[in-house]
């Protein structure tokens, strides 16, 4: 359990040291990016994952926010005559949700560990091994988007485990959560598998290029009679 709490820690300060100015468009696409200058007409930036890449112009009203990594926040009007607002992170004015409800899905692949009474059990009852590879699906619904870059979210994921054992070995797992401007994202939901029902804790960063999500997350399933921890990788597409 130490070890668990250390990784999920970990994780934490790896997505706050590696902050990032985020771009916000009015349609809800955003943009991971290192911003450069700002000019009356365009906003011109280099893409996060790709610093040493060509210099970007987005026109300025196609933004709504701009959430820069030291916390400040600037928003853009939609008028003709429009002017930015900047805002400090002690500001307490609360802007309006981003955008609606945004549909998301990808694949979903990693690996299980199951440890305690739990492991002994599985194996004398299914014969599985208490390691297992995972495939499966991440559907994912953005309920919202604050102007503050923090999204929540409804996640459905359903896991197929056991192949490289030759066994069938299902489980599927219902998660709210909340993700972080930055990447960084939590949650907790019911789950049912083999080893019967339980409540898991997830915890992940989320990376972005040309607009595919790639998250990698943490899954943590305690009980009575062992606890099981799983990592899977994967890549979000947008459903307009």
């Excluded at 790896?14 to 916000?24: L, S």
């Amino acid at each position: 359990m130490k070890k668990i709490i250390l990784m999920l820690i970990g994780m934490w300060t790896f997505a706050q040291a590696y902050a990032q100015d985020i771009i916000i468009k009015k349609n809800g696409d955003e943009i991971s990016a290192k911003i450069l200058e700002l000019t009356p007409e365009v906003i011109k930036y280099k893409r996060y994952d790709y610093p040493e890449g060509p210099t970007i112009s987005l026109p300025k009203n196609e933004v709504f926010l701009i959430r820069y990594a030291n916390g400040t926040k600037e928003t853009f009007n939609t008028g003709p005559n429009a002017s930015p607002v900047t805002a400090s992170p002690a500001t307490a004015e609360i802007y309006p949700p981003v955008q609606p409800e945004i549909k998301l899905g990808g694949p979903r692949l990693g690996f299980t560990i199951i440890g305690g009474a739990q492991a002994n059990r599985l194996h004398d009852e299914f014969d599985i091994n208490p390691f297992l590879t995972q495939f499966g699906w991440q559907f994912e619904s953005r309920m919202f988007t604050t102007a503050g870059g923090l999204s929540g979210l409804v996640e459905l994921v359903p896991l197929v485990g056991g192949l490289e054992q030759g066994r069938f070995v299902p489980s599927i797992s219902g998660i709210l959560g909340l993700r972080k401007a930055g990447g960084f994202e939590f949650g907790v939901g019911p789950n049912l598998s083999l080893a019967g029902v339980g409540l898991v804790f997830a915890a992940g960063t989320n990376f972005t290029s040309q607009g595919i999500n790639f998250p990698v997350n943490v899954a943590l399933v305690p009980g009575s009679d062992g606890v099981r921890v799983s990592l899977l990788f994967g890549f979000n597409s947008r459903k307009n």
